[in-house]
Structure formats: structure tokens, C-alpha cells
């Protein structure tokens, strides 16, 4: 069956630096990948989509890329803040009438 | 502008027992989604709406779980005798519904569940 993995471990990085989370996926052949911010006691709030045609995308201080042959998303946050703490999901999409698999997320720290 | 709503924000109910969550979508949003998700996991999928009708049920794990949206903009998640693994953050969430599952899905605060 398909599953996604990210970041096993917590991640805590100093601000000002990139931040680096990953996405991995297996048994899965994706049409496009969400990534997704969720802060403690509130629902996901979207933030990026890309599709399997594109390499990289960019919104603000963030970045995604998609490789469909090492079947990984890379998600970068530039010039971290502390406001950035928070547990982000990628998702993953094969048409517009399937569901959403949402990896389980990675824990980002921000220490000022 | 009002976002997705979700009442109760906690329930405590014992196992065997009847409850009922319920989501306010964001006005115009025609695709309602409900999700679970439990500590440490993402959300995983349990039924999509489009309209009044259920597009997909898949994720329901068993008979004791059922939804309704009989006017096309609030839904009821319905859950009969409860069980402790029941124990979970239902969350719903809306979208456009214009182009299918890739629409931004607007995500409401969640209703913790937990069974005693």
C-alpha cells in the first residue's frame, strides 16, 4: 500500500537559516503534492501546491520541489522565524476526483 | 470573512454512546470533507461531499460511522457506539469545489473527541 514519510525527528533549526523538510512516498505515483502548515489546537491551512509537470515552485519565503523520479518534495523555508514554528504535512494527489494522503507530518522549531 | 466552523470543540462521551459533530462550511463552498486525525498522524480522509450527496464514503471505517448534508452546506458527522479507538480530532474541511479535490481545501479548528 502507499505510504509517506517526512522528517522522522523533530526539527529544530536557528533563525535566520533555511529551513529543509522532506517528503518521501512509496507504491504511490502522484499528480501533485500539497504542503500544508498546522499549528497545535487548529485545523491545516494550505500553503503550496505542485504538479507532477513542475520542478520547483516559490511563494514568499517558501520553495517545493517535486521529483517524481526520486519520488520526493523537498519544502524550504528561507530566512526562518520563530512565527514558522509549527508541524507542516505534504499531501499527496493523484487526480482531482481521488482523495488527499496526508503524510504525518514534521515538527519545525524556530529558536529565536 | 467567516471560515469553516466546527461545534462541539470537545466531546467526552462514553463508550456505546451516540455522538454527533458538526461543520459549518464557508458559505458557496459546495465540497465538504471530514477527516480524523490522531496525535502525531495527518489527517486521514473519511468522506467527501459535493452538494447534498456523498461523492465518497471510502474512508468511513465501518457501518457505525455516517454523514449527512441534506441541504448542501452544513454537515453532521454521526458516530453510533462509540468505541475508545474512536477517540480521535474530527476535522472538516471545504472548498470551491469547482475543480474537483485540488480546489484549497479550508480546514475549520477541529471537535477532539475522546471516549471514556
Known amino acids: 500500500s502507499q505510504k509517506i514519510e517526512q522528517n522522522s525527528e523533530a526539527l529544530n533549526i536557528q533563525e535566520g537559516k533555511t529551513a529543509t523538510l522532506t517528503c518521501n512516498y512509496t507504491n504511490y505515483s502522484p499528480a501533485y503534492l500539497q504542503w500544508y502548515r498546522q499549528d497545535p489546537g487548529r485545523g491545516p491551512v494550505f500553503l503550496l501546491l505542485?504538479?507532477?509537470?513542475?520542478k520547483e515552485k516559490r511563494k514568499e519565503r517558501l520553495k517545493v520541489t517535486f521529483d517524481t523520479t526520486l519520488k520526493q518534495s523537498l519544502f524550504h523555508i528561507t530566512a526562518s522565524q520563530p512565527a514558522d514554528s509549527a508541524t507542516y504535512l505534504c499531501?499527496?494527489?493523484?487526480?482531482?476526483?481521488?482523495?488527499?494522503?496526508f503524510g504525518p507530518g514534521t515538527s519545525l522549531s524556530v529558536i529565536p | 470573512g467567516a471560515g469553516v466552523s466546527q461545534t462541539p470543540s470537545n466531546k467526552v462521551t462514553e463508550k456505546g454512546k451516540y455522538v454527533e459533530l458538526r461543520c459549518d462550511p464557508i458559505s458557496g463552498h459546495t465540497a465538504l470533507y471530514w477527516y480524523r486525525q490522531s496525535l502525531g498522524q495527518g489527517p486521514e480522509f473519511l468522506i467527501y461531499f459535493q452538494g447534498t450527496g456523498a461523492a465518497d464514503d471510502s474512508g468511513l471505517p465501518n457501518d457505525r460511522f455516517f454523514a449527512v448534508r441534506p441541504e448542501g452546506s452544513v454537515s453532521t458527522l454521526k458516530i453510533q457506539r462509540t468505541e475508545r479507538g474512536d477517540s480521535a480530532v474530527y476535522l472538516c474541511?471545504?472548498?470551491?469545489?469547482?475543480?474537483?479535490?485540488?480546489?484549497?481545501?479550508?480546514f475549520g479548528p477541529g471537535t477532539r473527541l475522546t471516549v471514556l
Open positions: 505542485i504538479r507532477e509537470n513542475e
Open positions: 474541511a471545504s472548498s470551491r469545489g469547482t475543480s474537483g479535490r485540488t480546489d484549497t481545501q479550508y
Open positions: 499531501a499527496l494527489g493523484k487526480t482531482s476526483y481521488d482523495k488527499v494522503i
